[in-house]
C-alpha cells in the first residue's frame, strides 16, 4: 500500500526566505505526482504536476523536483510572500490498470511579514 | 468554463438519513473519484471510476455508494450517515488520454462540509 509522507508539517519563515517542503513515498511504481495548495476551508489548487519520466517542472517561483527511484519529491518556493501562506499537499497517483492517488498530509506554511 | 461541481457545499443531517452529494463535470474526464478530509489524516481516497458503470474502492469506502451511469456525473451516497463521516468531501476528475503535461492534472471540485448529528 502506497504511503505519503510530508515534512515538515508546520513551517513558519520570514518573507523573502527560499523554502523547500518534501514528500515521500514507498512505492515507485507511480504514474505522477501532483503538489497542490489548500487555503483554509477552501478546495485544491493544482499547483505543478511531473510525470514519473519527468525530473522537474517549473512555475514562476515553485520549482517541483522528482526522485522516483527514491521515492521523493521536493517542491521549492523562491522568496516566500506571505500569500503563499497556506497548506501544501503532494499527491502520487500509481501506475497500472487501478490508478489509485494517495494524498501526503500536508505542509502548513506560514510566511511572516 | 471547465470546472468539478459539487451540491451541496454544505450539509448538515441527522444520523441515518439516507443523503446524495452530487458531483458534475464539464471536461469528458474519464476518472473520477472522491475524497474525504479530515484534520490530522489528510485527503484519502473514499471510491474512484475508470469510466462509466466501472467503480472501485479507494482507502475508505465502508459506509459509501458510488454510482458512474453517466459519464460527466459521479454521486456519492451515504445510505445510512452516522457521526464519524462528518467530514469535508471533495470531487475530482481527470482525463485518462491525456494530450499534454497538463491534461494529466486532477481538477477538484469546491468540496461539501458534512455534518452529521
Known amino acids: 500500500k502506497q504511503e505519503v509522507t510530508q515534512i515538515p508539517a508546520a513551517l513558519s519563515v520570514p518573507e523573502g526566505e527560499n523554502l523547500v517542503l518534501n514528500c515521500s513515498f514507498t512505492?515507485?511504481?507511480?504514474?505522477?505526482l501532483q503538489w497542490f495548495r489548500q487555503d483554509p476551508g477552501k478546495g485544491l489548487t493544482s499547483l505543478l504536476l511531473?510525470?514519473?519520466?519527468?525530473r522537474e517542472q517549473t512555475s514562476g517561483r515553485l520549482n517541483a523536483s522528482l526522485d522516483k527511484s527514491s521515492g521523493r519529491s521536493t517542491l521549492y518556493i523562491a522568496a516566500s510572500q506571505p500569500g503563499d501562506s497556506a497548506t501544501y499537499l503532494c499527491?502520487?497517483?500509481?501506475?497500472?490498470?487501478?490508478?489509485?492517488?494517495?494524498f501526503g498530509t500536508g505542509t502548513k506554511l506560514q510566511v511572516i511579514p | 468554463e471547465a470546472q468539478v461541481t459539487q451540491n451541496p457545499r454544505y450539509l448538515i443531517t441527522v444520523t441515518g438519513k439516507k443523503l446524495t452529494v452530487t458531483c458534475s463535470q464539464n471536461m469528458n474526464h474519464e476518472y473520477m473519484s472522491w475524497y474525504r478530509q479530515d484534520p490530522g489524516l489528510g485527503l484519502r481516497q473514499i471510491y474512484y471510476?475508470?469510466?462509466?458503470?466501472?467503480?472501485d474502492k479507494g482507502d475508505v469506502p465502508e459506509g459509501y455508494k458510488v454510482s458512474r451511469k453517466e459519464k460527466r456525473n459521479f454521486p456519492l451516497i451515504l445510505e445510512s450517515p452516522s457521526p464519524n463521516q462528518t467530514s469535508l468531501y471533495f470531487c475530482?476528475?481527470?482525463?485518462?488520454?491525456?494530450?499534454?503535461?497538463?491534461?494529466?492534472?486532477?481538477?477538484f471540485g469546491p468540496g461539501t462540509r458534512l455534518t452529521v448529528l
Open positions: 475530482a476528475s481527470l482525463t485518462l488520454n491525456p494530450g499534454g503535461a497538463k491534461d494529466n492534472e486532477q481538477f
Open positions: 511531473i510525470q514519473s519520466s519527468q
Open positions: 512505492d515507485s511504481a507511480i504514474y505522477n
Open positions: 471510476s475508470m469510466n462509466v458503470e466501472v467503480t
Open positions: 499527491a502520487v497517483r500509481e501506475s497500472g490498470g487501478y490508478q489509485k492517488v494517495t
